[in-house]
């Protein structure tokens, strides 16, 4: 993999979160037409003690070479999975090292997040931002965010 490669991934700022959970709303708009949040959303903002932990993909691409199909591609800053290609077999939601590929009732494909800054623009607290990281970054960023 190119070291220089980047990517853009979500970085949650835990102490604005108020847990109302507008991210998770927009986006079940991004990827349903709906502002259910929960498993109709990539991004979950997870309960923690007093404070919250943020659960999303963080565009590392691990499930790409698990699609029997191809269905999953990088494309440049983020990990894209092809619905039109995608058979529905649940391999890569299965894979996920960090179960970030997401499944609902709602369609037999699943669904990650795709970096596109819904979920950002809808906290009303500045508690999400996009970044850009070398992909040599991304397991330290988001596992620390993650408190692991
Ligand atoms: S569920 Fe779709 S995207 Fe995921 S591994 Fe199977 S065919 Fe590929
Ligand atoms: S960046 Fe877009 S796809 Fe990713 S969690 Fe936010 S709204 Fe969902």
Redesign the pocket.
Known sequence: MDKNLTVKI?RFHPEKCDGRRD?EK??SQ??FKSDEGGDK???RIIKDGKSYKMH??NQRGLCIDVCPVGAITRRKITVWLDEETCIGCQSCVGFCPIGAMRKSDARVEPFK????????RACPNGALE?VEVKIDDVKEVVYHKLGK
Request: with cysteine; proline share 0%; net charge neutral.
């Open positions: 979500l991210c927009a986006c991004v990827h959303s990539a991004i999303v993909c997040c795709i970096s596109c800054g819904a979920c950002v996009l």
